[in-house]
């Protein structure tokens, strides 16, 4: 069965940078997009960053220029590199594949404080 275990999340001063993973087992990796999505307390689920299976990306505007998503087949994991930080990008971080009707990880908490 798939699963995605995120990894990397923690508390950073605002300014700061933060790399996320997400590693992916049960599932032909290379064939599926990937992508990232938060959410903060009270409020929804946002996607964050995609990435296809032929590394295409597509980002939400407020984290465009600071994030970057990639990945590596080899390792069957995604990441998300999160630069220049802000109070507003704290929330609970998911990794979400498009395997058959989609999986999600147990996510992983991020906190832009000072």
């Known amino acids: 069965q798939v699963q995605l275990v995120e990894s990397g999340g923690g508390l950073v001063q605002p300014g700061g940078s933060l790399r996320l993973s997400c590693a992916a087992s049960?599932?032909?990796?290379?064939?599926?997009?990937m992508a990232w999505y938060r959410q903060a307390p009270e409020k929804q689920r946002e996607l964050v960053a995609r990435?296809?299976?032929?590394?295409?990306?597509a980002y939400t505007d407020s984290v465009k220029g600071r994030f970057t998503i990639s990945r590596d087949n080899a390792e069957r994991t995604v990441y998300l590199q999160m630069n220049t930080l802000k109070p507003e990008d704290t929330a609970v971080y998911y990794c979400?594949?498009?395997?058959?009707?989609?999986?999600w990880g147990q996510g992983t908490q991020v906190t832009v404080s000072s």
């Open positions: 049960g599932m032909t990796f290379s064939a599926y997009a």
């Open positions: 979400y594949t498009d395997y058959k009707a989609g999986r």
């Open positions: 990435i296809t299976s032929d590394f295409s990306t």
